[in-house]
């Protein structure tokens, strides 16, 4: 197992996948995300929340600069949509996903730990955007994902100046939703995987297609888009589970 470039570990509901590029702080390559896209395009049965996290003490250091180079200006433009599509699919797919942190997260690692819905940094964790001190520009993602969560002016400073955040200070602007101590990150991860995955499985998938996107929209669409996701949900048969499960003080066994 341990020369395959993302190893997959499934136990019950929860897959993990780990980025295994040990010698290049787990940089993303072409063949690197095209196993995580083969993964999300198609997750195994049974499975409910994914886990990702990297390998030799880091999460994942973003493009590989060696095969970017190669590439033209038509070339890099395909490329970069290339990425918009995976990270949606990640973002999007309707499984939830954690990312247990530590190391690099740095250019697209950062791309792509902002495509997953709970993150958690070990002390270790370092948060950067170096693309300007490379001569490039983000191209997986970050100036919406990032910049919507630290918002525009401290991305333009972040990007400007190639400073880096400690897990402390990337919790505090929102790249981070736990700090944990060092070690602890992947068990943190699996323990609100499993928490996750005992949600109804409704639930789970309209709060990830539903909450960012309601974000982008006006106040007015937003209340109603609100109203609809409450109606398809509270008229389930999980919603039916959940409250008699409630008033009978037990655990609700969804579909």
């Known amino acids: 197992m341990s020369e395959e470039i993302l190893r ?19 940089a993303m390559s072409d063949t690197l995300i095209q196993a995580i896209e083969a993964f999300f395009a198609k997750p195994p049965e049974g499975v409910k929340v994914a886990v990702i996290t990297g390998t030799a003490g880091h999460y994942c250091s973003g493009l590989d600069l060696g095969e970017h180079v190669q590439r033209d200006a038509e070339g890099t433009m395909h490329h970069s949509r290339n990425w918009h599509r995976i990270m949606d699919m990640i973002q999007f797919g309707g499984l939830p996903v954690v990312s247990a942190m530590f190391g690099a997260v740095i250019g697209g690692g950062l791309e792509l ?14 948060f950067q955007l170096p693309e300007g001190r490379r001569g490039i520009f983000v191209g997986g993602g970050a100036s919406v ?22 897990a402390e200070e990337g919790r505090a602007l929102g790249l981070a939703h736990y700090t944990v101590g060092e070690g602890e990150a992947l068990a943190k991860a699996k323990e609100l995987a499993l928490k996750i995955a005992d949600n109804a499985p409704l639930s789970n998938y309209i709060m990830i297609q539903a909450l960012s996107r309601i974000h982008d929209m006006g106040r007015a669409d937003g209340f109603f888009t609100e109203s609809l996701c409450a109606a398809v949900t509270q008229t389930s048969p999980d919603a039916v589970e959940g409250l008699a499960a409630f008033l009978q003080k037990r655990d609700p066994t969804f579909r």
């Open 145 to 166: 994902r990032v910049g919507r969560i630290i918002g525009a002016d401290r991305m333009t400073e972040m990007m400007l100046t190639g400073r880096k955040y400690d």
């Open 113 to 126: 730990a902002t495509a997953t819905h709970v993150r958690i940094a070990e002390p270790s964790t370092i």
């Open 8 to 26: 997959v570990e499934v136990e019950g509901p929860v897959a993990t996948l780990v980025m295994n590029r040990p010698d290049k702080r787990n």
